[in-house]
């Protein structure tokens, strides 16, 4: 079975840092592009950024631009989101998902105390 799941996340301070990771398993990994959302208590789920297959093309919200990396291994099946400069907007359930066909892992809470 398709099954995504993230990991990674905790309780970190303002201006902070850290790493998710998204195990990927039961599809070929490599030919879809990996995105991370995240969606906050109260408010809609948002795009985050996104990785296209060979780590050619990333894509990021303009609220992350400069503060978070995406990146991936295909050899580990497994999409990662370094998070720097945390605030506290930035607390929210964070989702990994591929591109086009829409599998989602269950999330995992990162929380920026203030």
Do not use: H
């Not at 990927?24 to 990994?29: D, L, N």
């Not at 050619?56 to 990146?71: E, H, M, Q």
């Amino acid at each position: 079975q398709v099954q995504l799941v993230e990991s990674g996340g905790g309780l970190v301070q303002t201006g902070g840092s850290l790493r998710l990771s998204c195990v990927a398993s039961g599809f070929t990994f490599s030919i879809y592009t990996m995105s991370w959302y995240r969606q906050a208590p109260g408010k809609e789920r948002e795009f985050v950024a996104s990785i296209t297959s060979y780590g050619d093309v990333t894509r990021y919200a303009d609220s992350v631009k400069g503060r978070f990396g995406i990146s991936r291994d295909n050899a580990k099946n497994t999409a990662y989101l370094q998070m720097n400069s945390l605030k506290s907007e930035d607390t929210a359930v964070y989702y990994c998902k591929t591109v086009p066909l829409s599998f989602w892992g269950q999330g995992t809470q990162v929380t920026v105390s203030s």
